[in-house]
Structure formats: structure tokens, C-alpha cells
């Protein structure tokens, strides 16, 4: 069974900058794709940014060139450096596994296994 377990969210002013952590299983990272997603209030959970187990990376166009995903394999822990961060960027953020997934996804509904979330609120 995986677990993932996020930290590092924080209420931050407009222009800073956050990291998000994801702890996991050393199995999650051999296989499958790792993804984080965010959910605003009102809003439908959207997909953020997903790696896959030989480090191919996706971004959502909304964080292209802002955020960063990443991840350390010695401590089986995925990343999410979140720079410039706007207003807009105030959701909930998940991280997510697809451990069937063998190609790369943005829908929601291939991630099998989710963390709790973590808030992140952007102030102006």
C-alpha cells in the first residue's frame, strides 16, 4: 500500500516562494507517475505537474516556468519548488501516484493513490 504524506505548505505574500514535500515508499519510485494537483475553493482539483519513473516532466501552462518538480531517489521524497507564486496559485495541493500509469497524464482520474493536501495561500 502506498502512503504519501505532503508538508510545507504556508501562507506566503505574492512574488515568494514555497517548496512542497512528498514522502513515499521507495516502490513508488521505480514505476508509475508522480503528480501533484491542486484543488482552489469552488474549483475542480486541477492537475499542477507529473514525473514519471525515467524523469520525464509535464507542467501545467498556468506554472510553466514558475514551478519546479523534482524528486530525490536516496530520500524517496517528491518536490514541488513553487517561485513567483500569485494569488491565483491559493489552492489545496495534493500529490498523487499513478503506479499503473506506463505514459504520461494530467487527468486526475489515473492517479490511484493521493496525499492528505496541504494548503498554500498566496496573499497580495
Known amino acids: 500500500q502506498v502512503q504519501l504524506e505532503e508538508s510545507g505548505g504556508g501562507l506566503v505574500q505574492a512574488g515568494g516562494s514555497l517548496r512542497l514535500s512528498c514522502a513515499a515508499s521507495?516502490?513508488?519510485?521505480?514505476?508509475?507517475?508522480m503528480g501533484w494537483f491542486r484543488q482552489a475553493p469552488g474549483m475542480e482539483r486541477q492537475f499542477v505537474a507529473a514525473?514519471?519513473?525515467?524523469?520525464?516532466?509535464r507542467y501545467a501552462d498556468a506554472v510553466k516556468g514558475r514551478f519546479t518538480i523534482s524528486k530525490d531517489r536516496t530520500e524517496n521524497t517528491l518536490y514541488l519548488q513553487m517561485n513567483s507564486l500569485k494569488p491565483g496559485d491559493t489552492a489545496v495541493y495534493y500529490c498523487?501516484?499513478?503506479?499503473?500509469?506506463?505514459?504520461?497524464?494530467?487527468?486526475?482520474?489515473?492517479?490511484?493513490?493521493w496525499g492528505q493536501g496541504t494548503q498554500v495561500t498566496v496573499s497580495q
Open positions: 498523487a501516484v499513478g503506479s499503473s500509469l506506463t505514459s504520461m497524464s494530467t487527468s486526475e482520474s489515473d492517479y490511484d493513490t
Open positions: 521507495a516502490r513508488t519510485f521505480r514505476r508509475g507517475v
Open positions: 514525473i514519471n519513473w525515467i524523469d520525464i516532466i
